[in-house]
């Protein structure tokens, strides 16, 4: 069996935490481990080299940096950061995205993966623009909220601090969260998207939404023309299920830690009785399929390995 060597540059942080464990395991995978050479230039400049792939959990400008290290022409490279998500150069590694995606990724040497609330956006808003159901230049609102370990160390040591009092929080209060581009772009929009994301008292899991006026739409779409372009857009797919429309109407409430510890996303399309609005819902781990799941996931494709290993 052939062994793959990875590097996970940010081992530390919450992301690369959950990457390690999800590979530590495993038996065709060779992971390099710095420990405490983790901040040795040198060691780093080494390891970016000398592995089959790379995994970069870093902030932004730390994640550049890292790839103007790296000379070695076959290592494939895996960002967590938004460093690189609109960047044409890179390819955006939501696999089930569009039907050539898993090609794209499985032939690039720079895969981009996705942010967490973008994967769920993307997942809703990418098949009903695609279909005509939602123009592109229409004006759409995102909701969300995530557990407190997608604001990484900060905001997780703010929240389980023993005199913590906060249960929830809106916050990208001026409207220039910067997952906007990447959530416009990979959906299929021209028009930027409006972003109002929140975070709760819990560790992780994510709910994000999109509320639709279907009688202003051009062609007023019913609720069941939307749940069939997702039905059509994920028909196979292994991580991502559309909910039937009996079992999302039957439904008095959706809990956002309900996937954690999983790969999955889950889509469900809620309408009032009357046909005239329509409530899109994403539910997935913000740690999982947004986030380390997917890189795990995205490693293997870009590996020529079975997709699914290493993920439930």
């Given at each position: 069996m052939?062994?793959?060597?990875i590097?996970i540059d940010?081992?530390?942080g ?5 990457i390690r464990e999800r590979?530590?395991a495993?038996g065709?995978?060779?992971l390099m481990l710095?420990?405490?050479r ?9 390891a970016?080299?000398?592995?089959d ?6 902030p ?18 895996i960002?967590?950061?938004t460093?690189?998500r ?10 089930e995205m569009?039907?050539?995606q898993?090609a ?8 981009s993966?996705?942010?967490c609330?973008p994967?769920g956006?993307i997942?809703?808003m990418?098949?009903?623009?695609k ?12 909701n969300?909220v995530s557990?407190?370990s997608?604001?990484g160390?900060?905001?997780i ?8 009092s ?10 220039k ?6 959530m ?5 929009l ?10 709760g ?10 509320p639709?006026?279907?009688?202003a739409?051009p062609e007023?779409p ?5 749940h069939?372009a ?7 797919q292994?991580f991502v299920?559309v909910?039937?429309?009996e ?18 996303l ?6 009032d009785?009357?046909?005239?609005q329509?409530?899109?819902v994403?539910?997935?781990?913000n740690?999982?399929?947004g986030?380390?799941?997917?890189a795990v ?8 390995l079975d997709?699914?290993t290493?993920?439930?």
């Amino acid at each position: 069996m052939t062994t793959h060597t990875i590097f996970i540059d940010g081992e530390a942080g919450t992301t690369g935490l959950e990457i390690r464990e999800r590979l530590e395991a495993r038996g065709d995978l060779d992971l390099m481990l710095l420990g405490d050479r983790r901040r040795d230039v040198d060691a780093r400049r080494q390891a970016l080299n000398a592995a089959d792939a790379v995994i970069l959990c870093l902030p932004d400008d730390a994640s550049r940096e890292a790839v103007a290290m790296i000379e070695n022409p076959s290592v494939k490279v895996i960002d967590a950061s938004t460093a690189y998500r609109v960047d044409p150069d890179w390819t955006y590694g939501f696999a089930e995205m569009d039907a050539d995606q898993r090609a794209a990724i499985a032939a690039s040497t720079r895969v981009s993966n996705p942010g967490c609330y973008p994967t769920g956006f993307i997942a809703l808003m990418r098949p009903l623009v695609k279909a005509g159901l939602v123009p592109a230049e229409w004006p759409v609102t995102v909701n969300a909220v995530s557990g407190y370990s997608g604001g990484g160390k900060a905001m997780i040591a703010e929240f389980e601090a023993d005199d913590a009092s906060t249960a929830y929080r809106a916050y990208g209060l001026t409207l220039k969260h910067k997952h906007v581009p990447e959530m416009t772009k990979h959906s299929g929009l021209s028009r930027p998207v409006l972003f109002a994301p929140a975070v709760g008292n819990y560790r992780q899991g994510m709910l994000v939404e999109v509320p639709l006026h279907l009688s202003a739409l051009p062609e007023t779409p019913s609720v069941e023309r939307l749940h069939g372009a997702l039905v059509e857009a994920y028909e196979g797919q292994r991580f991502v299920e559309v909910a039937d429309l009996e079992e999302t109407e039957a439904l008095t409430g959706i809990e956002p830690e309900a996937l954690n510890g999983t790969n999955r996303l889950r889509l469900h399309v809620f309408g009032d009785r009357g046909g005239e609005q329509a409530r899109l819902v994403a539910l997935l781990d913000n740690l999982g399929k947004g986030a380390s799941g997917a890189a795990v996931q995205n490693l293997n494709i870009m590996l020529g390995l079975d997709e699914a290993t290493g993920l439930n």
